[in-house]
């Protein structure tokens, strides 16, 4: 079956830690996202790419680094510089203007 | 900047009802607008997108309609049941078609 695979499930981050979240789709889609949720707020967009090797920010750029080297493939880098970093991550990939998949998302919390 | 707004932001009601979520949009020129449903700690699943030039979208029980020029849009769901207990959230896509934009939520709970 064809979707967005997310992992790890659950990551804890150490004080000055880099953590990176992976993200892997077999849709075939161009365009893939990246979103931070905290509690009872919606989505806010980190980064998003819409072909290989090329990549914007959102609007929560700052902290984050995103690559795009494979068009499966959309790790998310959650650096040192993020100071609040503890929420649930969801990545999505979307053809078009079709709606979005998303994966089951990475909660990540500090040590 | 588009803004997304979503009443109420939480929603309990008896098996059987029907109910009427509200989304609301500051700017006018989007190029679709989506329904999704979140189950807790889970991504988000895709239930209805209506295009711009589009009134309406029906699926089952579910009913999505949209006024653009009042930057409003509601979600109806028929004839609920406990397993229609989750967050619905609404989303625009802008007219460049790259940025979404979504609102908070509602948290509906259906009580059996």
């Known amino acids: 079956d064809g979707g967005i695979t997310q992992s790890p499930k659950y990551l804890f981050r150490k004080e000055g830690q880099n953590v990176t979240l992976s993200c892997e789709q077999n849709?075939?889609?161009?365009?893939m996202y990246w979103y931070r949720q905290d509690p009872g707020q919606g989505l806010r967009l980190i980064y998003y790419?819409?072909?290989?090797?090329?990549?914007q920010k959102g609007d929560i750029a700052e902290g984050y680094s995103v690559s795009r080297e494979k068009k499966e493939s959309f790790p998310l880098t959650v650096t040192s510089a993020q100071k609040n970093p503890t929420a649930f991550y969801l990545c999505?990939?979307?053809?078009?203007?079709?709606?979005?998949?998303f994966g089951d998302g990475t909660r990540l919390s500090i040590l | 900047k588009q803004e997304v707004t979503q009443i109420p932001a939480a929603l309990s009601v008896p098996e059987g009802e029907n109910l009427v979520l509200n989304c609301s949009f500051t700017?006018?020129?989007?190029?679709?607008l989506q329904w999704f449903r979140q189950d807790p700690g889970k991504g988000l699943t895709s239930l209805l997108l209506?295009?711009?030039?589009?009134r309406e979208q029906t699926s089952g029980r579910l009913n999505a309609s949209l006024d653009k020029s009042s930057g409003r849009s509601t979600l109806y769901i028929a004839a609920s049941q406990p397993g229609d207990s989750a967050t619905y959230l609404c989303?625009?896509?802008?007219?460049?078609?790259?940025?979404?934009?979504f609102g908070p939520g509602t948290r509906l709970s259906v009580l059996p």
């Open positions: 999505a990939s979307n053809w078009g203007a079709k709606p979005q998949h």
């Open positions: 849709l075939n889609h161009d365009a």
């Open positions: 700017d006018s020129a989007i190029y679709n």
């Open positions: 790419s819409q072909i290989v090797n090329d990549f």
């Open positions: 209506i295009q711009s030039s589009q």
């Open positions: 989303a625009v896509l802008d007219n460049y078609g790259q940025n979404f934009v």
